[in-house]
């Protein structure tokens, strides 16, 4: 198995909440790299398809959706990320992105995190 199998495989098999799931490695990503997050872990009184991450540093502001390598964004969600990518195109500081398990596996998460440094 070459490297690319194994990241695959490995981000087919993650699932998104959970011990080891995406959740809570993007949020170790996130806290390990000075941002301030927030996720609810009870959204049964948030908004239909509030996205799972907000986090901000350096002036920055992020909003990402997470799901499974087959997770589907619903359109609650979908509508929540179309208002926040037109709010993104007037704003730079403003990224908004849907990231499954490969996104982490192969470095694109932390590469987001780690260029989004103001100044």
Avoid at 23 to 39: A, D
Avoid at 87 to 105: G, K
Wanted: hydrophobic share 40%; proline share 3%.
């Amino acid at each position: 198995m070459n490297v690319d199998d194994y990241r695959r495989a490995t981000a087919n098999a993650m699932g998104e909440k959970g011990p080891g799931g995406l959740q809570e490695k993007v949020t170790e990503l996130l806290l390990g790299l000075g941002w301030l997050t927030f996720h609810d872990t009870d959204s049964r009184l948030n908004p239909a398809g509030f996205l799972d991450v907000c986090a901000t540093r350096d002036g920055y502001l992020l909003f990402a959706e997470l799901k499974t390598s087959k997770g589907r964004v619903t359109d609650e969600q979908r509508e929540w990320l179309e208002r926040l990518d037109l709010v993104a195109s007037r704003a730079p500081n403003v990224l908004v992105h849907v990231w499954r398990p490969i996104d982490l596996m192969d470095g694109t998460i932390e590469r987001v995190l780690r260029g989004r440094r103001a100044g």
